[in-house]
T-cell receptor, first 116, second 117 residues
Framework: EPEVTQTPSHQVTQMGQEVILRCVPI?????FYWYRQILGQKVEFLVS????????KSEIFDDQFSVERPDGSNFTLKIRSTKLEDSAMYFC??????????????FGPGTRLTVL | QKEVEQNSGPLSVPEGAIASLNCTYS??????FFWYRQYSGKSPELIMF????GDKEDGRFTAQLNKASQYVSLLIRDSQPSDSATYLC?????????????????FGKGTKLSVKP
């Protein structure tokens, strides 16, 4: 069964360093998302991406964040200068084409980011 | 502020019983509703989705939607210890509200379910 994959599974970094989280969405999916979940809290939307551009972003997704689809398969989230409060589980999700009403998003296993 | 509310639990049921999980949402224009299961330290796993008022059954799971009351629920019949997890309710933000949004999901905090053998 096709699935979303993410690497690395765990990333430890020092405050102020740049990190890149990688995702490979399901191959025939066209819409891609990043969410994060701080330990013990709810899953929060960060950004959606379609047709090689950002469709929507939340207030969390400030200038320190960027996304890219550098090739036909990978989808990346970059945090330029990490803060302690960026420590969280970051989930990539994707969905197939079609109206967003049928918004069945499938999540990857996540990357646990720890900022020291 | 668009909100999705769930009782955080824990909800404890004996094995074989029916577990009932509830969710309310604030945005009356919400169009689709999703239940995800999340085991500790793992990613959300889609269990069911529902778009129309009424019930939708899939195996041991039944989703119920009442748009007038802005209420969605998940029933798990014949609960098993392996069903012990946190159940997340998620609501789809409508396309038209964001003029081109590809639909992000607003999640509740989740209800922790414990099924006792």
């Amino acid at each position: 069964e096709p699935e979303v994959t993410q690497t690395p599974s765990h990333q430890v970094t020092q405050m102020g360093q740049e990190v890149i989280l990688r995702c490979v969405p399901i191959s025939n999916h066209l819409y891609f998302y990043w969410y994060r979940q701080i330990l013990g809290q709810k899953v929060e939307f960060l950004v959606s991406f379609y047709n090689n551009e950002i469709s929507e972003k939340s207030e969390i997704f400030d200038d320190q964040f960027s996304v890219e689809r550098p090739d036909g398969s990978n989808f990346t989230l970059k945090i330029r200068s990490t803060k302690l409060e960026d420590s969280a589980m970051y989930f990539c999700a994707s969905r197939a084409a079609g109206t967003s009403i049928y918004n069945e998003q499938f999540f990857g296993p996540g990357t646990r980011l720890t900022v020291l | 502020q668009k909100e999705v509310e769930q009782n955080s639990g824990p909800l404890s049921v004996p094995e074989g019983a029916i577990a009932s999980l509830n969710c309310t949402y604030s945005d009356r224009g919400s169009q689709s509703f999703f239940w995800y299961r999340q085991y500790s330290g793992k990613s959300p796993e889609l269990i069911m989705f529902i778009y129309s008022n009424g019930d939708k059954e899939d195996g041991r799971f039944t989703a119920q939607l009442n748009k007038a009351s802005q209420y969605v629920s998940l029933l798990i019949r014949d609960s098993q210890p392996s069903d012990s997890a946190t159940y997340l309710c998620a609501v789809n933000i409508p396309f038209t509200y964001y003029g081109g949004s590809q639909g992000n999901l607003i999640f509740g905090k989740g209800t922790k379910l414990s099924v006792k053998p």
